[in-house]
């Protein structure tokens, strides 16, 4: 069930200081607004310019406003998206953006501000990310959804507003009497996202007014199994490296061994928790054939797995981004 704005707020009980990913729209300004308001002092934001947009410097100039009105400290970064062979721009904003986010921690290890970072995405988002997942065919990790708190290298990553719905968000910012910057991207439907969101969802909610509960609930029992595979990777992958957690590379001799299901399930584990990187279904599948073929030395591997390449070095996979 979704809950009102100042409940999920009340609610969040993150380590502090705390930084908010503000990126100008309504959500995050809602997000910064209310944790400035619970925790002064203890607030940092942090907007990424991805200059993708004619409208990226009003974006810009809002969370400048916002932060100087609020007495908030604001890094602005500013990024180059570079969408690799068969990746979305707007996945490779993302994965620019979070990149971006992790250097600045990274940069900043004194800082804890930078450490413990608060994202908007609401429970409207966690619908339309389901439905595109599944739309995409998606298994078990893209139809988990948003988890609402994670590691992501040094940063513990949160999303307090996954259970309170985007028309909930605004009437709170109305009634605050803040404004925010609309994306007019939102209404571009060339974007598949923008499809579910304007054509599919209110025709799914009129034939089924509780689908975006329903959706959470499957998402939650999809997390749930998603926690359990990646335990099995784990133990697989302690096993492989004698012991070690995660390594660079890992040993082929030991890959082989694996049947298929789970030398599946621990190579999509170890390059998207050491790497970052999610390789497609096709991708994944032509990576276990090259395995297959891998028993003798002279077999190459050099395959596209992602934003880099899955590379064979003597007895060993492993891993390089563009």
């Known amino acids: 069930m979704t809950q009102p704005f100042e409940a999920a707020i009340a609610e969040f009980a ?3 200081p705390l930084t908010v990913a503000l990126s100008g729209g309504a959500d995050s300004t809602a997000l910064l607004l209310g944790c400035a308001r619970r925790w ?4 940092h934001a942090v907007h990424v310019n991805h200059g993708l947009q004619a409208s990226a410097s009003r974006f810009e100039a809002h969370c400048v406003a916002l932060c100087n009105g609020l007495g908030v400290p604001l890094r602005v970064l500013a ?3 570079h969408a690799a062979s068969g990746e ?3 996945d490779a ?4 953006r979070y990149g971006a986010i992790e250097a600045l921690a990274q940069e900043n290890t004194a800082h804890d501000a930078f450490k413990t970072i608060a994202f908007a995405h609401n429970a409207d988002d966690q619908t339309e990310t389901f ?9 078990v990790p893209g139809l988990s959804g948003m988890p609402a708190q994670w590691q992501r290298g040094v940063l ?6 996954l259970s309170v719905a985007a028309n909930d968000i605004r009437a709170w910012l109305r009634d605050q009497g803040q404004g925010w910057v609309e994306d007019p991207s939102n209404a571009d439907q060339r974007f598949t996202r923008n499809r579910i969101r304007h054509s599919v969802l209110p025709a799914l909610r009129q034939a089924f007014p509780h689908v975006d509960d329903a959706v959470a609930r499957s998402a939650r029992h999809l997390a749930q199994a998603q926690r359990l595979l990646e335990a099995m990777a784990q133990e697989d992958l302690e096993r492989l490296l004698g012991g070690q957690a995660l390594a660079d590379a890992l040993p082929l001799a030991g890959l082989r061994e694996l049947d298929g299901e789970r030398q599946a399930n621990l190579l999509r584990y170890w390059l998207k928790s050491r790497f970052g990187a999610a390789p497609s279904t096709a991708q994944l599948a032509e990576l276990q054939r090259q395995l297959l073929r891998c028993s003798t030395r002279g077999h190459r591997i050099h395959l596209r797995v992602a934003h880099g390449f899955a590379l064979r070095q003597g007895p060993c996979l492993t891993w390089q981004p563009d």
Request: proline share 16%.
């Open 156 to 161: 513990r990553c949160y999303r307090p507003l």
């Open 40 to 43: 002064p002092g203890q607030v």
């Open 93 to 96: 904003a993302r994965r620019a």
């Open 131 to 139: 439905l595109l997942a599944l739309s995409r065919g998606s298994g």
């Open 88 to 90: 979305s721009p707007e």
């Open 14 to 16: 993150p380590p502090l």
């Open 79 to 81: 990024v180059h998206a």
